[in-house]
Nanobody, 121 residues
Framework: QVQLAESGGGLVQAGGSLRLSCAASGSIFSLKRMGWYRQAPGLQRDLVASITSGGSTNYLDSVKGRFTISRDNAKNTVYLQMNSLKPEDTAVYYC???????????????WGQGTQVTVSS
């Protein structure tokens, strides 16, 4: 079992920045992919950004050029640097990880508890 500990959420004015962190711990095999999802009230949970163990990244179109995802493999930690924040970025942000057993090729999905990001105008 893997636990994901998130931090860095908060209240910020439009145009400001926040940096989210998510540290994985527990019985880790290999973190194939880590990423961030977000969910605003009444809406579905959408992928914001993801990064593979090899460093390949994907971003939601609306955050490209403003958000940067990165990871520290030695610390099993993923980061999301969020710049030029807009009110529409307001949501609960959830860390997500895919852990893979390289021998059995079994994959296990884990979610963080969520951290609130609120952007005021």
């Amino acid at each position: 079992q893997v636990q994901l500990a998130e931090s860095g959420g908060g209240l910020v004015q439009a145009g400001g920045s926040l940096r989210l962190s998510c540290a994985a711990s527990g019985s880790i095999f290999s973190l194939k992919r880590m990423g961030w999802y977000r969910q605003a009230p009444g809406l579905q949970r959408d992928l914001v950004a993801s990064i593979t163990s090899g460093g390949s990244t994907n971003y939601l179109d609306s955050v490209k050029g403003r958000f940067t995802i990165s990871r520290d493999n030695a610390k099993n930690t993923v980061y999301l640097q969020m710049n030029s924040l807009k009110p529409e970025d307001t949501a609960v942000y959830y860390c997500h990880a895919l852990d893979r057993d390289p021998w059995s090729v079994q994959e296990y999905a884990y979610w963080g508890q969520g951290t609130q990001v609120t952007v005021s105008s």
